[in-house]
T-cell receptor, first 115, second 113 residues
Framework: ETGVTQSPTHLIKTRGQQVTLRCSSQ?????VSWYQQALGQGPQFIFQYYREEENGRGNFPPRFSGLQFPNYSSELNVNALELDDSALYLCASSWGRGWQDTEAFFGQGTRLTVV | GENVEQHPSTLSVQEGDSAVIKCTYSDSASNYFPWYKQELGKGPQLIIDIRSNVGEKKDQRIAVTLNKTAKHFSLHITETQPEDSAVYFC????????????FGSGTILRVKS
C-alpha cells in the first residue's frame, strides 16, 4: 500500500462527455503527477501539480486539465471525451519539484472506458 | 515512451535463473533512473532507483547498473521467483517536461516454475 488513493477505480463514459478523476496524495507529499497508460504501453506524462500550481505539462491537448487543492489532493478533468482517451489513469504522489529529490508512489489507477 | 527505449518487450526465464532488462535514454541531463514493477490491475510500484553519482545499486535480489557515458541503465534480477512475474518499466527525467519522468514501453517478465 502506497497511501495514494484514486477514485473511482472504473468508469464508463460516452464519447463527448466530461469526466473528473480524483487522487489523494500520500501524507506529507505536496506534488501530484498524472499519467495516462494505454493498454500494453508505458505511462505517458500528462501534467504535474506542485503546491496547487501546474508544474510542467506533457503533450496532451487543453481538454485535459487539472487542479490541486490545499490538502494536496488533485483532480484530473477531461472534456469532450474521445474513444482514444480509454486508458488507465495513474496518479503519482511525491515531495518536491523534481524526481531527483524524492521517490514517487503511484495509486492503483482509474480505468476509463469511452464508448 | 519517447526518448527512453526499453528491451526486451517480453522475457521468459526459468525459476532460479537471472533476468536482465535494458534501457537507453537520450537526455544527457537526466540524473535519476527508477524502475517500476506493475502487476495486473495495480499501479506501478517503485522497486529500485539509481542516481547519476553512482554506477550500481543493489537491494537483495535486485540490482541496477548505470552507464552515463553510453546513456543506458539495466535492471538485474537474480534467483527469479514466480512472484517476480509482472511488467517492468524503466524511466528517466526529461527536461522538456520540466524534469518529469518519461517511461519505457515495458517488459513482460514471465518466470516459469
Amino acid at each position: 500500500e502506497t497511501g495514494v488513493t484514486q477514485s473511482p477505480t472504473h468508469l464508463i463514459k460516452t464519447r463527448g462527455q466530461q469526466v473528473t478523476l480524483r487522487c489523494s496524495s500520500q501524507s506529507g507529499h505536496n506534488t501530484v503527477s498524472w499519467y495516462q497508460q494505454a493498454l500494453g504501453q508505458g505511462p505517458q506524462f500528462i501534467f504535474q501539480y506542485y503546491r496547487e500550481e501546474e508544474n510542467g505539462r506533457g503533450n496532451f491537448p487543453p481538454r485535459f486539465s487539472g487542479l490541486q487543492f490545499p490538502n494536496y489532493s488533485s483532480e484530473l478533468n477531461v472534456n469532450a471525451l474521445e474513444l482514444d482517451d480509454s486508458a488507465l489513469y495513474l496518479c503519482a504522489s511525491s515531495w518536491g519539484r523534481g524526481w531527483q529529490d524524492t521517490e514517487a508512489f503511484f495509486g492503483q489507477g482509474t480505468r476509463l472506458t469511452v464508448v | 515512451g519517447e526518448n527512453v527505449e526499453q528491451h526486451p518487450s517480453t522475457l521468459s526465464v526459468q525459476e532460479g535463473d537471472s533476468a536482465v532488462i535494458k534501457c537507453t535514454y537520450s537526455d544527457s541531463a537526466s540524473n535519476y533512473f527508477p524502475w517500476y514493477k506493475q502487476e495486473l490491475g495495480k499501479g506501478p510500484q517503485l522497486i529500485i532507483d539509481i542516481r547519476s553519482n553512482v554506477g550500481e545499486k543493489k537491494d537483495q535480489r535486485i540490482a541496477v547498473t548505470l552507464n552515463k557515458t553510453a546513456k543506458h541503465f539495466s535492471l538485474h534480477i537474480t534467483e527469479t521467483q514466480p512472484e517476480d512475474s509482472a511488467v517492468y518499466f524503466c524511466a528517466a527525467p526529461r527536461m522538456e517536461y520540466g524534469n518529469k519522468l518519461v517511461f519505457g514501453s515495458g517488459t513482460i517478465l514471465r518466470v516459469k516454475s
